[in-house]
């Protein structure tokens, strides 16, 4: 067995979990975008360079309840997110920004 394999092997238990104690490698760098979703945009919008319009209009007219999951789907992620309210009991003021970790600051 190569060393690789081994080691495998020791730091995995059955079913290839990590044992206790255990840490996965570093993963993937911080600021490196995901793959998949970034293909699957691409995919996407080259459907709706061909398709575009059209291809709505005909999901609206033979699945109109598919095309209001596609349209809530779509609107979820186009909008921004929404921003926890802190309401500051001392000066009996909401402010919008996140709100502290803890009471008292």
Do not use: C
């Not at 059955?14 to 600021?31: E, I, M, V």
């Not at 919008?45 to 109109?64: C, S």
Request: glycine fraction near 10%; charged fraction near 25%.
């Amino acid at each position: 067995m190569a060393d690789r394999e081994q080691q495998a092997l020791i730091l995995r238990g059955p079913g290839g979990r990590f044992l206790p104690g255990q840490r996965p490698g570093p993963g993937r760098p911080k600021g490196t975008p995901n793959k998949f979703p970034a293909r699957f945009l691409a995919d996407a919008h080259a459907v709706w360079e061909t398709h575009g319009r059209a291809a709505l209009e005909k999901l609206a007219e033979t699945d109109p309840a598919a095309y209001v999951h596609v349209m809530a789907a779509v609107a979820m992620h186009t909008r921004p997110r929404a921003r926890p309210i802190y309401v500051d009991p001392e000066q009996d003021s909401m402010v919008i920004e996140d709100a502290p970790d803890s009471p008292g600051g």
